[in-house]
Every structure is written in structure tokens, then in C-alpha cells.
């Protein structure tokens, strides 16, 4: 089934949508947004297998309908939702989970293309029966989940977004009523649109940083990571990395309420990580990490600085007060909360994307697909099953890789390559 998105969205938006946010299908081991449940990147879910035989868990099945690009994987119930590219335009993409068949299919936009691969890069989110989709080209659309009907659509361009050199990447929250993203640019950093119809609620100011001069440097411009909802000391906040600062709004009226200095450079795009009190921010292109301290100024504390873990995009994952990634030119790294100290690395491991399920990482190398079940010590490396990914996309661009991360849902775990979706039996039996 194929709707055509922007067509019979006046007749779609005048219909009462207030059964949308009464039902929801989600349940403990679903992942129904970008890096989980709890924005972590850790599943919930136990009873998984601690180690795999050779060549790796059982293959429940693999389809070649996902389009091309690097979305990734929302998945609630039976069902498993993303993006992808064919032809000329970007679209979303209901699978059945269990079989891998196609419910529906969904255009949403132009088609998006550069040197390092075409097609959407967010991970779109489901809330009660609607999802949003955000595609590279900074197209938003709300649909329906039981058959992909259009509810509403923006485009980031209208709230003063520029598409970034590599596409809008960003995976929208959605969080009391309100879908936050981040156009960037001088209309307002971050934005927050009401779930149900579109409309925009408040747009915050754009996020600046004083240069040597004394004047305000140009504002920051959306990059690729993505917003972190916090509660702290009483009061909702948005954290978001750009390529000038850390900030933190205000959810209620997207006032900005702190700022912490980051000199992004080239790309920013892992998603900020909150522990207590403690906001964590990393990026590669040589820049490093970064714990700061939330102290009810405008000018947050900082615990420490270095480039002990200077992650690309494949994520960072912290568990039992470490934290886990690989960093550039030092491999798979497991670094100290505490001190910023580095614990352990090992180069054996390549660079890659993770994501942390009952006491075991699952991890996948961008370069030929190596896909890994490693223990999570902080003590020392132990790879507890390997396999290579098979078969790969062949429509792959030189400069791309295999970019989009693990996701482990309902005893499953899902992996990309472009167009080839995957789907393993990772439960005990």
C-alpha cells in the first residue's frame, strides 16, 4: 500500500486526532525510538543468549525492500519501522517483524544523494498509533502506524533549516504532547511542534558563541546528533550537541537555560548521555569528550576534558559509571565516568556502531560487518560470539560503509546494510 504524503493533508488534519495518543502498543522490550526506550542505547530485555555458536545466532530472515541509506530501527509488537531511498523520492517502511514482509510503504519526499550514500539517516519514533519521520532533506510527517495514512507534514526549511552538507540526520523526540527537533539556524536552534497537529508551540533562540572580537559568532547550524530529554532538579530540559556548544532548554517554553562550550569541527554527531546530574558529550574529527556538571547556572561545571574517547558516530553506551565506544585510532575503549581515564582499549576491534542488551554489547564493524557479542567488563575485552554480516549491499557507495546501528528488540536483534535488512534470533531458547 503507497499513499502520497503532502497530497490530502487539509482534508487529514481536520479530523479529530484524539484517539492518537490514547493507545499505545508498547511494552517493555519494544524499541520505539532512536537509541531506545530510555535514549540510552540499552535494551530492557533479558533471557539472551550469552554466547553465540559459530557463525553467529540463527538468521530469522533478511529482505532487500529497505531502500537505500542508513536509517535505523523502531520496533514495537510485530512491527519494525524505518527509512529508505529508490528512485527519486525517500519514504517510510512497515515491516512485519517476524517475517520481514511489508505492511506498507510510504513517500515522504525528494530523493537525498551525496558521495557517501543517498537516503534518510534518523530512526524514526512511535508513540501510540503514529510515528515521525524526519528524511535527510529535513521533511517531518506524522502517520499513522496501522496502514502509513499521512496526518501531518513540515519541512525544517520552513522553521529556517539549511539541510547539513550530510542531510538532515537527526531522529525526532517526541515527549509531553511535543515533537522536538532541531532545524538550527538563525530562526531558532531547537523547536517543538505540537504532536497531534504540526503547529509549531515555540522556537527557541539560536544558540551563539562569543568569538575574540566580542561579537556573537553566526548561529549554530543543525549537525547530526540528536535531543536528550532530562529531568533535573525539578524541571524538563532538551540537551543537544552542536558544533558550538552543549545547551540545555527549557522543555515548557524552549527558553535556553545553560551552555557549555564544544568546538565541534567537520561533523557533530553522537547524542548527548545524562547521568545524574552529569551531561557527557563526545565527537571524532579529533575533538574528544567532555563531563559536565549541571549546577542551576548558566555556565555548568566541568569535571573533565580529554580525548581519551573521540567517537565518529557509532555511539557511546555508560553502564555501572563507564563508558563504552569505540574511539579514533584507539579501538573499542572503555573509559572511567569518574575520572575520564581511559580503563582499556583494544584495536583488534574496529570502528563501529553498539548497542547493550543483558549484560552483553552488540556490535557491528563498519568495514566488511563483522558482527560481535562482547561481554560488558569493565575489567577487560572477552567476545563471547562473532559472524559476518551476509549478504551486504552491493549498491553501497565506495565511500559508504555499514553506518546504521544495532537494535535489539522482543529476542531480536536487527542489523542494515542499505537496502538488506537483517533479523537474528539472539533468545535463549
Known sequence: MTHSLFSRLRILCSLSLTTIFLATYAHGDDWPNWRG???????????LLKEWPDGGPEKVWHVETGGLGYSGFSVVGNRLFTMGQEDDTQFALCLDAESGDTIWKVTLGDSYDNDWGGGPRGTPTITGEVGYFLT???????????????????KMSDFGGEVPKWGYAESPLVDNGNVICTPGGSDGTLMA??????????????????MDSGEPSAPAKAHYSSVLPIGWNGQRQYVQLTELAIVGFSA??????????WPGRVA????????????YVT????????????NGTFDPAVEWRNRIMKNHHGGVILLDDFYYGHSDKAGLTCQSQESGERIWNTKKIKKGAIAYADDRFYYIEEKGGRVLLIAADENKTSVKGMFKLDPQSTQRKLKGMIWTHPVISNGRMYLRDQEIIHCYNVAEE
Open 193 to 210: 511542534l505540537d504532536a497531534a497537529s504540526g503547529e509549531k508551540i515555540w522556537q527557541s533562540q539560536p544558540v551563539t558563541k562569543p
Open 252 to 261: 515548557e517554553d524552549g527558553k535556553l537555560l545553560w551552555q557549555s562550550d
Open 136 to 154: 535527510a532533506q529535513g521533511d517531518l510527517a506524522c502517520l499513522k502506524i496501522a496502514d502509513g495514512t499521512p496526518v501531518w507534514a513540515v
Open 37 to 47: 526506550p530510555n535514549h540510552d542505547d540499552k535494551s530492557v530485555e533479558t533471557g
Open 283 to 294: 565527537s571524532g574529527y579529533g575533538i574528544g569528550c567532555k563531563l559536565i556538571r549541571l
Open 268 to 279: 557533530v554527531i553522537p547524542s548527548p548521555i545524562f547521568d545524574d546530574g552529569l551531561v
